[in-house]
């Protein structure tokens, strides 16, 4: 059995076993019998093609839903900035865990992926969240839908499209983001590429040197710092050879039209404060990508104060809450879709506290 069949399995096991589903609550539905070892499945999944539109774009992506009658209570998806469509494994366990749980899923590819129309290049966070608020609208008029019961799910850039989606609509019922820090995205990347330089086997000095390079560049897409000055350090940069693990463009872009100098601007803090929904946030304590120390001490200061939030770091799981991939493996980009959850403690508190919000009729937080 591979790696994903395994986890597969393991969901099913959790959700039913760990939480406390019983079979008779699940819907009955007649299926042919495979021959030899199969028995009749008493759970279903119809998934369903759906398109919408946000402005002029078209955006396509798939509908997951329960066997049995609704109106179901539904999960939103925001991708990772590398898992852009709908069909990749760090996807699978959604489809898998939701519909047991009683939650419909959609999952569609992102703006300019896919079958969707439009462009990424270019589109700041605001616009990727109002997408993911114009799947919300149409699934909102669909009749199998508890319209006032739809959140969203993201991971890494996707957890922050989701507590941003849930910041600018108060039809957003829930958020839930994984492995999304409570830094700014340039402190996050300064944080990663120090981790894969130091992986790689790099000296203190070429990594000192590497995060000023960046930083340089960061405080110019802000508004501060010479161009000529800054240009002159990336010419210098570019002759080293920790540049290519650097994640740091060898031309200046202009701040007026550069994508990174929008999403730098995002302050999930402040984003996250404005949230009035119950919103889960998770991170694995192996996480190379984001500082999960710090994160995780800003959500300890809130938590208090803050009684929609639960959060929890999860034990031995990496960025995408696997347990199985090397650190060298986990920073390679070339495997930057090849990884999926594995878990159990990811899929036990997700499951858990998804499984409380679907049996409240006001939806409070369940984990502190």
Wanted: glycine content about 8%; proline content about 7%.
């Amino acid at each position: 059995m591979n790696k994903q069949a395994s986890a597969s399995k393991l969901l099913r096991v959790l959700t039913i076993a760990a939480l406390g589903f019983y079979e008779s609550s699940l819907p009955v539905v007649a299926q042919v019998v495979a021959p030899g070892w199969s028995a009749p499945a008493t759970t279903i999944v119809v998934p369903e093609e759906r398109e919408f539109q946000n402005g002029n774009v078209r955006l396509s992506g798939t509908l997951y839903l329960p066997g049995g009658p609704g109106p179901f209570p539904a999960i939103i998806a925001f991708h990772s900035a590398s898992s852009a469509t709908r069909d990749l494994p760090l996807y699978q366990h959604l489809k898998d865990l939701l519909p047991v749980l009683g939650y419909a899923v959609f999952i569609y590819d992102r703006r300019g992926s896919g079958k969707s129309t439009g462009e990424r290049a270019g589109t700041d966070f605001n616009t990727l969240a109002d997408d993911g608020l114009a799947a919300l609208q149409m699934l909102a008029a669909d009749k199998r839908i508890n319209a006032r019961k739809i959140g969203f799910w993201g991971l890494s850039q996707g957890g922050w499209l989701s507590v941003l989606a849930a910041s600018r609509s108060p039809q957003v019922a829930f958020a839930i983001s994984i492995s999304a820090p409570l830094t700014t995205p340039d402190v996050q990347m300064n944080f990663a590429v120090e981790n894969i330089l130091r992986v790689k086997g790099f000296r203190d000095e070429d990594i000192r040197a590497a995060i000023r390079t960046r930083t340089a560049v960061d405080d110019f897409m802000r508004g501060r710092g010479d161009r000529r000055a800054v240009e002159q350090m990336l010419a210098d940069a570019v002759k080293r050879p920790w540049f290519k693990y650097s994640y740091i463009s060898p031309m200046l872009d202009d701040p007026a039209h550069s994508q990174w100098a929008k999403e730098i601007a995002l302050d999930p803090v402040t984003t996250l404060e404005r949230v009035r929904c119950p919103i889960l946030i998770l991170f694995g304590a192996d996480d190379p990508w984001v500082p999960v120390r710090i994160s995780a001490a800003l959500l300890g200061k809130m938590a208090g104060r803050k009684t929609n939030l639960g959060y929890a770091v999860i034990a031995g799981a990496n960025h995408e809450m696997a347990t199985t991939v090397a650190p060298e493996e986990e920073l390679d980009p070339a495997n930057a879709t090849a990884f999926a959850p594995d878990a159990p403690s990811y899929f036990g508190i997700l499951a858990k506290w998804l499984s409380s919000l679907h049996s409240k009729s006001s939806y409070q937080t369940t984990l502190k």
